[in-house]
Nanobody, 124 residues
Framework: QVHLLESGGGLAQSGGSLRISCTVSEGTIGSYTMAWFRQTPGKERDFVAAITKTGTGSSYKDPVKGRFTISRDNAKNTMSLQMDSLKPEDTAVYYC?????????????????WGRGTQVTVSS
């Protein structure tokens, strides 16, 4: 089964930037639609962004449009999320997810594999 590992989380100030990445092993990232979800304590995981298998299509949650950019490098088996103009409300654990479906999916139930998450904290 494909294994996902997030990296790059940490602490940033409001208005700052962070880049988080997801490395795929035990599989080929080009076989998967990839996504980022985030979760805060007591709440369900929430869709943030997703990118198609070839990287030609992407979709974003409205609050992050224009601030976050999802990308992938299939040759390196990695996916990334560049987060700019960060806000305190972006604070969450960010999870990488993979689906064998060939289109963008918005529900966590439709993703087949998950990473363990990486903490992103934005101070005001």
């Amino acid at each position: 089964q494909v294994h996902l590992l997030e990296s790059g989380g940490g602490l940033a100030q409001s208005g700052g930037s962070l880049r988080i990445s997801c490395t795929v092993s035990e599989g080929t990232i080009g076989s998967y639609t990839m996504a980022w979800f985030r979760q805060t304590p007591g709440k369900e995981r929430d869709f943030v962004a997703a990118i198609t298998k070839t990287g030609t299509g992407s979709s974003y949650k409205d609050p992050v449009k224009g601030r976050f950019t999802i990308s992938r490098d299939n040759a390196k088996n990695t996916m990334s999320l560049q987060m700019d103009s960060l806000k305190p409300e972006d604070t969450a654990v960010y999870y990488c997810a993979a689906s064998e479906q060939g289109y963008i999916l918005y529900s966590e139930a439709e993703y087949d594999a998950w990473g363990r998450g990486t903490q992103v904290t934005v101070s005001s």
